[in-house]
């Protein structure tokens, strides 16, 4: 059975049983539901290195496990802030936060103040302000700095597991706030909860804020965009609750299958919503053609699916294949963005050609009969005859595109030649455009979390680090100490953008004034520290960490080199016998992406052109019509590259997926031209006619689709997530690109490729006749 007799089958069923198939569409919406609310949000570490990769296993595993407890800070501001109204406002703040379960523990300027009258008095309580200056001499230098790095301001440190799951993180954070209110604080005195865990929360929160408002205005973009290039069919937006449907369908997908939702899979949404519009426009808008050739409802709805079904599907087919591409990425969020993306337009798919269709026929099959009678009727020429049926219906824009279609084919060697040209400049220039990767810069620079975040490292000097994980046999010796005091101030001099450090070693070394040589007298000294303190530093008997403060408002490639020098200079000056270290953190992790954009996007948009081609080959079992369908695609990616290079754009993660995103978007408006193409050249045309009737019938639909898809984009563009807002604007040039390959550049290859091989077969004919006649 032939791929055509398949989808008429299909169109069989579809006429046959409409209200069946509508019935499981709504049945399927219920369960989506379900799913959708089994979706999980991301916007951590995890979202831009894999969970398996060494990287992230030495931050997780060595660091965050042992050290790096999830900390809510609360940041407080005061004339003066060693008062002891101030301070004892704190301490009521300390004691009630204590008591929620989720909190391990609460660090601040009080409670070691209150630990140091214990021990100088046996009253652990918050003394006059005469006696705090003086607690506070005694204390060790780091712990002052720490928590108080300027007499107006001082830092309250929430901690919670490192195990913390989401929810119990956002009701700490809810319970952390609800408490700053509670407790009365002097007059002059404010407090603000803020740190990585109160950033990461509230940039979930404007996510789900930023869907919601990105999803209303593509909408809104989607209808204005139907009722402009849509309007000459009926029911012109029946595509918006169609997209809806298959919207729905995707966010159950998500829940079912476990992809996540983070920052990039925001933009999946808009992208499926023209993609989407774009399906169901085609199948629109071959039943129109077909009712104006008379055909009754029934042979309408068959005949559509059973010529649109396969061409369409190519199309997804190779706009799948180019999300696949994106699985090679070692950024996870892009990962996810390929999976979502690949779900996405296969159920839009599935949705346009089942639920609409049915949809379509359902809402009045004499009235589809009664409007074709009426189109027919206004088609008779001036003898009263009915016009050819081939010629029913042509747009003035189908006219205009064959008109362009033989234009670009009359002169096809310039239009290749320049085509070719400036898209071999553009993949050059590609390899100069910038990469962009610092996290903040995603998001929107006037959230309020992001500022008091801000305000909290201007304040500290920065809480960017680096954390050296120090494994010994015995993690307390003197000359390992004594290491990490030299290796400290080694750093801190040879290096302007690490400005501090800490470690068990610089406590000590605060507290005694050198590291002494006896272990004994090592010993005695951390027992007087508060456990709190030292356990930021040592677990257990064999694992310490080393600390390297970062300069504020470093970028990314500068954290890479500092990087860099840090494992170099660990090796010219390592530590003793016996020891080994690893540089890891946050910034490790999060620095390891820059090779995987610059060199990843680079793979990942010429294996999409390798598997698109690959699959069209195993689909069509025709080099020429494969290869059709991927030049006019590699030019648009030369030319993108060529305009954000001259535009100064940068990549971001979002925007470094674009070589794969425009080939699979890009070949699909391609597939859907050679489609008519070729089923028009089975009709006998020859190349040329053949091009020029394509252009004609499926010209306007293509371009129709190509700007709802363009519409949909558009919704990026308004995003207040900076990396969103690019992605929209590079996207919309990249669309518009490809709808200007296929109406301009495609032709000219498509007909001089099927000439070509026309004089081939000619040639061969000719010589087998000589042959014979010899």
């Not at 070693?505 to 000294?525: C, E, H, R, W």
């Amino acid at each position: 059975m032939s791929v055509k007799q398949t989808f008429e089958n299909i169109g069989v069923i579809v006429e046959k049983s409409p209200k069946t198939i509508l019935a499981i569409a709504i049945i399927l919406m219920f369960l989506s539901f379900i799913g959708a609310g089994l979706i999980e949000q991301k916007s951590g570490t995890d979202t831009f290195v894999k969970k398996n990769s060494e990287i992230y296993q030495n931050y997780d595993h060595l660091y965050k496990q042992n050290f790096g407890n999830e900390v809510i800070i609360v940041l407080v501001e005061s004339d003066d802030v060693r008062e002891s109204e101030v301070l004892k406002a704190i301490d009521d703040f300390d004691m009630i936060i204590g008591q929620d379960k989720d909190v391990e523990n609460t660090v601040s300027m009080a409670s070691l103040i209150k630990s140091a009258a214990y021990s100088a008095t046996g009253r652990s309580e918050i003394p006059e302000d005469e006696v705090i200056l003086a607690l506070i001499d005694q204390l060790p230098s780091a712990y002052v700095e720490q928590f108080m790095p300027e007499t107006t301001h001082t830092l309250i440190m929430v901690q919670m597991p490192g195990s913390i799951n989401e929810d119990n993180k956002k009701r700490v954070l809810a319970q952390v706030e609800r408490t700053i209110e509670v407790v009365d604080f002097p007059a002059g005195t404010t407090a603000v909860a803020t740190g990585e865990p109160a950033y990461m929360i509230a940039m979930s929160e404007e996510m789900t804020s930023n869907l919601g408002t990105m999803l209303v205005l593509a909408f809104i973009l989607m209808i204005i965009g139907l009722k402009i290039v849509f309007r000459h069919v009926r029911w012109s937006l029946l595509p918006i609750p169609v997209i809806l449907v298959g919207l729905v369908y995707t966010f159950g997908a998500m829940g079912l299958l476990s992809i996540p939702m983070t920052m990039a899979s925001m933009a999946v949404f808009p992208i499926l919503i023209g993609l989407g519009a774009d399906y169901a426009i085609q199948f629109q808008n071959r039943i129109e053609e077909e009712l104006t050739k008379g055909e009754s409802a029934e042979e309408a709805i068959i005949n559509t699916i059973k010529h649109t079904g396969p061409a369409v599907a190519v199309a997804v087919v190779a706009t799948s294949l180019g999300f696949i591409a994106l699985f090679i990425s070692p950024v996870p969020m892009i990962q996810d963005f390929g999976k979502m993306s690949l779900v996405g337009v296969i159920l839009c798919y599935l949705v346009s050609m089942f639920v609409l269709v049915a949809l379509l026929y359902r809402l009045d099959r004499r009235s589809l009969e009664k409007e074709a009678e009426k189109k027919l009727k206004k088609e008779l020429d001036e003898n009263g005859t009915i016009a050819d049926p081939t010629t029913v219906h042509i747009s003035p824009l189908g006219k205009f595109l064959a008109k362009i279609s033989l234009l670009t084919t009359k002169h096809y060697m310039v239009v290749i030649v320049l085509a070719s040209g400036f898209a071999i400049a553009g993949l050059y220039a590609d390899e100069h455009v910038g990469v962009q990767t610092d996290t903040k810069d995603f998001v929107p620079p006037d959230m309020k979390a992001l500022q008091d975040l801000n305000k909290l490292n201007r304040i500290m000097g920065g809480s960017d680090q680096l954390n050296i994980i120090i494994r010994a046999d015995d993690i307390m010796d003197p000359d390992l100490l004594q290491w990490m005091v030299d290796f400290s101030v080694l750093e801190e001099e040879r290096h302007n953008q690490i400005t501090g450090s800490g470690s068990i070693g610089s406590l000590i070394y605060s507290a005694y004034g050198s590291i002494p040589s006896d272990k004994d007298t090592v010993i005695s000294i951390t027992d007087s520290m508060s456990s709190v303190i030292t356990d930021q530093y040592i677990e257990g008997g064999n694992l310490g960490v080393l600390n390297l403060k970062l300069e504020t408002g470093l970028q990314t490639q500068q954290v890479s080199n500092v990087i860099k020098t840090v494992e170099s200079d660990l090796q010219w000056y390592a530590p003793p016998p016996g020891v080994t270290v690893t540089v890891t953190g946050n910034k490790v992790a999060e620095t390891s992406i820059i090779g995987a954009l610059t060199s990843g996007r680079t793979d990942m948009g010429y294996l999409g052109m390798t598997i698109i081609f690959a699959g069209m080959l195993l689909i069509y079992k025709d080099w020429i019509k494969s290869l059709a369908t991927i030049l006019p695609i590699v030019m648009v990616t030369g030319w993108l590259g060529g305009v954000m290079y001259l535009s100064g754009m940068e990549y971001n993660p979002l925007t470094a997926t674009l070589g794969a995103l425009a080939i699979g978007i890009g070949a699909e408006f391609t597939i859907l031209m050679l489609e008519r193409y070729f089923e028009e050249r089975d009709k006998g045309l020859e190349p040329l006619d053949a091009m020029e009737t394509a252009a004609l019938k499926i010209g306007p639909a293509i371009l129709a689709s190509g700007f709802t898809v363009i519409f949909g984009f558009s919704a990026l563009v308004a995003s207040s997530f900076p990396m969103l807002r690019g992605f929209g604007i590079v996207t919309v040039i990249a669309v518009a690109f490809s709808l200007f390959s296929t109406i301009v550049v495609l032709p000219p290859i498509m007909v001089n490729l099927d000439r070509w091989r026309l004089g081939r077969k000619a040639l061969k004919k000719n010589i087998e006749d000589s042959k014979v006649s010899i």
